[in-house]
């Protein structure tokens, strides 16, 4: 696959108001305890199950001889926030370990995802040993507290200076006509919810909901942006990506579908794709196409259009097509879902040993 956005924890030290998820915030004591639990209980059940190669086909980069280029994937490990004690060492390092025991050094790209306030040059080392190839340096936004406007400026400058002494390099600009994505890295890039990105509306999820912060309308179609449904099922190809949660629970995008689509702790992560291809649902979210998801259902456009009004928790009227989405998942995906599930489950029990 392109890539994979594996969240490895809820835990963070940080509980942001425009997050896309109310479970990502500090955890104390047993709850503390039930999280890491949690992650390092199908860690390891969920990278055996991820494809057997991260090398992907890119049509839109041709070989001399005009076939697609061969290109190395990315997992993206995230949380929360992995570099806080104990996710670090418990978890993720272990994550790390289990990513290149299975792919190989080159074999994949890991990325990571981190607010970089608790990077220090020993865990950079650390990080850097275990062949991570970029640092994604997320939170520089004005959401974060402590990092609006210029105050990020002083965490930048540090990190960048830690980054480079390290040797590494910030993401190339796209006018340097560098294709990073085929280089060995490691580099580094900062990002954050800024209203120019293509989260900078903020998705209609978690705290962003529940605090009425989401800008979208029914012409963001978040589905078909980065992070979105669209491709998901083209595994093998260009821009395929899907997401996956400390449980195993996977979903064809980061925003999330109501109900996962399946759960890569318990069976391969290509099965359940594999599975799902040619189903006119799933079909349509892999077009990046939400309000077509219906249609073999009794679901017209206009039904699906209705279906992604609401309002927010502060009154306002709101429209974007996930809530849709959401409304489909609830009554109708459940068990076309287990369904699917419980097929693949007696193909594997009817495989001989
Ligand atoms: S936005 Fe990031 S740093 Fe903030 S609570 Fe969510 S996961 Fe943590
Ligand atoms: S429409 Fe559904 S599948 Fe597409 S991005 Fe929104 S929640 Fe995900």
Redesign the pocket.
């Known amino acids: 696959m392109e890539s994979i956005y594996y969240v490895l924890t809820w835990a963070?030290?940080?509980?942001?108001k425009?997050?896309?998820?109310t479970r990502?915030?500090p955890y104390v004591r047993d709850a503390l305890e039930d999280v890491l639990v949690e992650s390092d209980t199908h860690f390891e059940r969920v990278i055996a199950n991820l494809p057997s190669t991260m090398i992907y086909q890119d049509p839109k980069n041709l070989t001399p001889e005009g076939k697609p280029e061969e290109r190395i994937g990315r997992i993206i490990l995230a949380?929360?926030?992995v570099l806080i004690d104990p996710v670090r060492e418990r978890i993720f390092y272990p994550a790390l370990d289990a990513l290149n025991a299975k792919y190989g050094k080159g074999g994949v790209n890991i990325s990571i995802q981190t607010?970089g306030d608790l990077v220090t040059p020993k865990i950079l080392d650390e990080m850097l040993e275990r062949n991570v190839w970029m640092i994604a340096i997320?939170?520089m936004d004005d959401?974060?507290v402590g990092m609006e406007g210029d105050k990020r400026l002083p965490l930048m400058e540090k990190l960048t200076d830690m980054f480079d002494t390290a040797g590494m390099q910030p993401v190339p600009e796209a006018s340097t006509g560098r294709d990073y994505l085929t280089e060995k890295g490691p580099f580094y890039f900062f990002f954050g919810a800024q209203p120019d990105q293509w989260i900078g509306e903020l998705w209609p999820r978690g705290r962003a909901w529940e605090n009425s912060l989401t800008k979208a309308d029914m012409n963001t179609n978040f589905c078909a942006r980065h992070s979105g449904g669209r491709n998901f099922l083209n595994h093998g190809m260009a821009g395929s990506e899907v997401a996956i949660e400390p449980d195993g629970s996977v979903f064809p995008c980061c925003l999330k579908t109501k109900v996962p689509i399946g759960n890569v702790a318990e069976e391969p992560l290509i099965d359940i794709l594999e599975s799902l291809k040619g189903h006119p649902v799933f079909e349509a979210l892999n077009e990046g196409a939400p309000d077509r998801m219906g249609l073999s259902q009794g679901w017209s456009e206009e039904k699906f259009h209705q279906a992604s009004h609401t309002e927010l928790p502060n009154g306002t009227p709101f429209a974007n097509l996930c809530i849709g989405c959401d409304k489909f998942h609830e009554e109708v995906m459940e068990p076309v879902i287990r369904d699917l599930t419980k097929k693949r489950r007696m193909a594997r029990a009817s495989q001989p040993i």
């Open positions: 963070c030290h940080r509980r942001c425009h997050c896309y998820d990502f915030r949380g929360g926030e607010t997320a939170g959401f974060h």
